[in-house]
């Protein structure tokens, strides 16, 4: 049995860990996170409506009907999703079933809402999850219109906001899809996921991640990056003539977590020599600088230049954030 579904774009974060961006409107591949979503969306449902918070007028000429939270304070998912399902009781009291659609998720499956509608069908069940290999996603779900008043009352009585936590009071069916690098709820967080899903769209994505990559220190820095570390230092500092920055996915979680501070650094491994101090290792992983240090060789940090950024940044994309760990055996000569 088909029944009419509308859709609610969750758009109503902050986007922190891009800058509080509008993450939505990011162009990748020449197309806004929200036009592609809404693309896959469409032909799917009755009725669609945006939950966006802010100025509504940076959303003019997507075609999509706007509404902010109607729980104000950035209250989560379940404030969207509530704003959805009361859009839906006002007008469009014909349509029963609300289907909520990150908007961070442009790979949402072309089978989304007919197989969350069957789940619910098929079990008898209150509400439908997506689920993706062994990960739940509650945000993108299934919810009648008939919850409402419970969804209302718990956000603004309970103040309860983990959207899980309320799917679980009630009887929950779960529609999945096949997870691991094939993952069609893939979302976008972070700078990371953002060039990583340019790669997925002009199909450069590896298959198999490159276990490392090396470039010549002078392809990627610039005299004056050197004269930065020599006045952070208050020394005279020279990079050796064959000095190279070598990257490794042993290394990939230190990556991470620098190219994630305000201000990523570079850390060079410092040693006297006769004209002066002599760079003879590189690295963007503090904890790598330290096996490269011996004797009574310095370590030294340096902001990271901007094209050594994008270049960790496309090294590091290429790997999936639950790649597991491997032993690196280290190649002295590449430094």
Known sequence: MTEPVAAVLLAGGQARRLGGIDKMLIKIGGQTLLDRVASRIRPQVSAMLLSANGDPARFVGCGIPVRADVVAGY???????LTGLEWLRDEHPEISWLASV?????????DYV????????STGADVACAQSGDIRHPVQGLWPVRLAADLRRALTEEGLH????WADRHKVAKACW??????????INNREDVVRFGMIVDHTLPGVPPPSAVQPADRLMKESDWMVLSQTTGRDVHP????SIAL???????????LNNREPQLFAVLRQAL?????IGITAAPDEAMSLRTGEDLIAAMPMPTAVQDWVLSFVAQHPAELPMKKRLRDHARW
Do not use: K, W
């Open 162 to 165: 983990e959207i899980g936590a």
């Open 102 to 110: 990150a908007t961070d998720t442009p790979l949402i499956p072309e």
């Open 240 to 243: 050796a003539t064959t000095l």
């Open 75 to 81: 209250a989560g998912p379940l404030a969207g999703i």
């Open 248 to 258: 490794d996915q042993a290394c990939l979680a230190g990556y991470r977590a620098n």
């Open 114 to 121: 007919a197989r969350l509608l069957h789940a619910v069908q």
């Open 275 to 279: 004209h002066g101090t002599l760079v």
């Open 178 to 187: 096949q997870g691991g690098a094939a993952d069609p709820f893939f979302n």
